[in-house]
């Protein structure tokens, strides 16, 4: 997955997440949108877990474009998180 691609798909993905009640991830009011999200259906969910593989995986241009490795532990560590965002039983995302 290309730069721009990825870097939307985390930022979408971390949406997603953030809507899930209780998951712990939150979006700073300056970077999310303006008006509160709708109920986001749960195969978005799904989609964005899969988006974040991809993002993730060997050859990602988002994953190998890090010059600081401890930037990139960090960045790689944020994202996992936002791919593992729960909720109470029943609100994977």
Known sequence: MDGGTGTEAVAAAALV???IPGSGIVI???DGPREPLP???LALRSSAVLALQR???DGSELLTGWVDSSDAAQWRHEVQRI???RGPIGHEL
């Open 39 to 41: 109920q986001l259906p």
């Open 17 to 19: 997440a953030s809507a």
């Open 55 to 57: 993002v993730l995986q």
């Open 83 to 85: 791919a593992e965002a």
């Open 28 to 30: 700073d009011p300056d």
